[in-house]
T-cell receptor
Framework: TQLLEQSPQFLSIQEGENLTVYCNSS?????LQWYRQEPGEGPVLLVT?????EVKKLKRLTFQFGDARKDSSLHITAAQPGDTGLYLC????????????FGTGTRLQVFP | DTAVSQTPKYLVTQMGNDKSIKCEQN?????MYWYKQDSKKFLKIMFS???????INETVPNRFSPKSPDKAHLNLHINSLELGDSAVYFC?????????????FGSGTRLTVV
């Protein structure tokens, strides 16, 4: 069974701090996606990384796919209250019969 | 224009009842999904349809039956509801299969069985 473990599970920080969320698996994925979910809404796609070692930046968010395509990280610089939410990584296989496996989630709270 | 819309948003029903959740996407995507999110926020796939054809059918009770009348719609019917079915159900769609394509999710249906 493919599992994606995220750490930390919960994170409460002050505005302006930096943070990193990790997403780890023993399985190799074709690509890795990151989503943010706010209360009462569905997850919203932030980024997809497809190449081992790939780094993508989205304003203050930096995403990295591990060289072996088994893990990923999300780094937020100078967090803001608007970054508050549930962050989910999701690993994808290469075939249409493969499931998108979601990680265990990281709940981030950024206080003003 | 809502890309993936689910109805209803909230559903409270008694044990033993039968209920349906509807989902429509106007993105022209080929593939649609049903996911279940439990109280710990873990998202687990239930079903996947590609161009009206069932692709993924996870180990869910056969009380759950998806139906895709066309590639823009994927409905979920649940028979004989049980307390453990209480969760948030999300519909999603994607262009092509999972590999390089992100999912667009609906805003969810919170099902409460009493």
């Amino acid at each position: 069974t493919q599992l994606l473990e995220q750490s930390p599970q919960f994170l409460s920080i002050q505005e302006g701090e930096n943070l990193t969320v990790y997403c780890n698996s023993s399985s190799v994925f074709s690509s890795l996606q990151w989503y943010r979910q706010e209360p009462g809404e569905g997850p919203v796609l932030l980024v997809t990384v497809v190449t081992g070692g790939e780094v993508k930046k989205l304003k203050r968010l930096t995403f990295q796919f591990g060289d072996a395509r088994k893990d990923s990280s999300l780094h937020i610089t100078a967090a803001q209250p608007g970054d508050t939410g549930l962050y989910l990584c999701a690993g994808a296989g290469a075939y249409n019969t493969d499931k998108l496996i979601f990680g265990t989630g990281t709940r981030l709270q950024v206080f003003p | 224009d809502t890309a993936v819309s689910q109805t209803p948003k909230y559903l409270v029903t008694q044990m033993g009842n039968d209920k349906s959740i509807k989902c429509e996407q106007n993105l022209g995507h080929d593939t649609m999904y049903w996911y279940k999110q439990d109280s710990k926020k873990f998202l687990k796939i239930m079903f996947s349809y590609n161009n009206k054809e069932l692709i993924i059918n996870e180990t869910v009770p056969n009380r759950f039956s998806p139906k895709s009348p066309d590639k823009a719609h994927l409905n979920l019917h649940i028979n004989s509801l049980e307390l453990g079915d209480s969760a948030v159900y999300f519909c999603a769609s994607s262009q092509g299969w999972t590999g390089n394509y992100g999912y667009t999710f609906g805003s969810g249906t919170r099902l409460t069985v009493v």
